[in-house]
């Protein structure tokens, strides 16, 4: 295909450093002679697609064998004739040096809005720890020996829900895209408690209403499960405003980003870290620290042209690090995020999923059961919480 080939959006995650997790993962132990079957779904369309390898979590370089991009079919099933082999500048593997990441070439596969892609890595030598997006909330599956063609899915028979060193997905076929929308937040963005490999993420939820008004978009979701605004934790990521740039401002065709986080800077502060020990770091922050981190991200989204909405902070009395003051830093930055003017748009995820009865907790009908998180339903209440003319 031609070098100068505009690519737009498909799909994308934020990647982490290896930790064990939130569920049983490979991220730690890494690949040794094996392949990794991931699947993908996408928000964008196109006649072609390319991947990108992100290795930056690494300490020594990492060989990738060889690489495949097929349209799925079930599990680890791939649709008759759709397998197309990767290559890297025309070679079949690469070579990715630490810190460092590496886009395919293009692969001819047409895909549509809401199609499903399957891309299997296989990796000859050891890896080493793999950088990698914890809560996928989307089945991987790990075979024995390259399995890169494997058309019979049981010899795919370790799992676990999480993404390995697959960061993006980009579509080229078409003009460039100026309208793309990333969710940008940590475990409530991310998708905590929706149903595995069902799509009900509440980025999932607002790209199908967009679709439905005919107004579809790539839809991309940079949450991070525990992420926090103001500090790096080892489990949650690098900090909101240290990965901003990487995960939103980076993207291709970027016109909004809808940001939705502090609640673990307000939660994570108020338990002990000997009982929680992965709740850490957990210093005590003003809502007046919180309020300068939101307005470095409007700040730099704004330097991009970028417009940025303001996800109010849900409820979450009954959780674990629900306190009265806690509560009190809610309701102040919630405050300032509804009438600051410091955003372009509010969606009011608060008031959307409260319930009127308790206001500092969530509704019963949209509360996974942790009283923080919501379940399906409370995500598709968040999708329809935004404003599609702010986006």
């Given at each position: 295909m031609s070098e100068d080939i505009v690519w737009n959006a498909g799909w994308s995650t934020a990647v982490q450093r290896p930790s064990t997790g939130f569920d049983k993962n490979w991220a730690e132990e890494g690949f040794a002679d094996q392949t990794v079957r991931q699947v993908v779904r996408l928000t964008g369309s196109g006649t072609a697609a390319r991947i990108r390898l992100s290795h930056r979590f690494g300490s020594a370089p990492l060989e990738v064998g060889g690489a495949t991009l097929a349209r799925t079919d079930q599990g680890a099933a791939v649709q008759d004739g759709t397998t197309r082999r990767l290559t890297?500048?025309?070679?079949?593997?690469?070579?990715?040096?630490?810190g460092g990441e590496v886009w395919s070439d293009a692969a001819e596969l047409r895909v549509a809005p809401f199609d499903r892609l399957t891309v299997s890595l296989y990796f000859a030598r050891p890896?080493?720890?793999?950088?990698?997006?914890?809560?996928?909330?989307?089945?991987?599956?790990?075979?024995?020996?390259?399995?890169?063609?494997?058309?019979?899915p049981a010899v795919f028979s370790d799992t676990s829900v999480s993404w390995y060193f697959l960061a993006d997905v980009e579509l080229a076929g078409g003009p460039a895209r100026q309208d793309?929308?990333?969710?940008?937040?940590?475990?409530?963005?991310d998708g905590f408690a929706s149903t595995t490999d069902a799509a009900r993420r509440y980025p999932d939820a607002l790209a199908a209403r967009l679709a439905a008004a005919g107004l579809a978009r790539p839809v991309l979701n940079a949450g991070i499960g525990g992420n926090l605004l103001l500090n790096d934790a080892p489990w949650y990521g690098e900090r909101a405003g240290a990965r901003f740039r990487r995960d939103v401002l980076d993207k291709p065709g970027v016109r909004t980003v809808i940001v939705l986080v502090g609640l673990n800077d307000i939660g994570f502060s108020e338990v002990d870290g000997a009982d929680f020990p992965t709740y850490r770091p957990n210093p005590q922050l003003s809502a007046a620290q919180l309020v300068d981190g939101y307005r470095d991200l409007v700040a730099q989204a704004h330097a991009a042209g970028i417009r940025v909405i303001g996800g109010t902070i849900m409820p979450f009395q009954g959780a674990e690090y629900h306190t009265p003051q806690a509560e009190a830093k809610r309701r102040e930055i919630n405050t300032w995020i509804r009438t600051?003017?410091?955003?372009?748009a509010?969606?009011?995820?608060?008031?959307?999923?409260?319930?009127?009865?308790?206001?500092?907790?969530?509704?019963?009908?949209?509360?996974?059961?942790?009283?923080k998180h919501p379940g399906d339903a409370g995500y598709r209440a968040m999708a329809a919480a935004v404003d599609l003319a702010s986006l």
């Open positions: 890297f500048g025309g070679a079949t593997s690469v070579r990715i040096p630490a890896t080493g720890p793999a950088t990698f997006h914890a809560q996928a909330f989307t089945t991987a599956y790990r075979a024995a020996g390259d399995q890169l063609a494997a058309a019979d793309t929308v990333v969710a940008f937040g940590d475990s409530i963005t600051s003017g410091a955003f372009d509010v969606a009011d995820f608060a008031a959307a999923l409260a319930d009127p009865s308790r206001p500092e907790a969530l509704l019963p009908a949209y509360d996974s059961g942790d009283h």
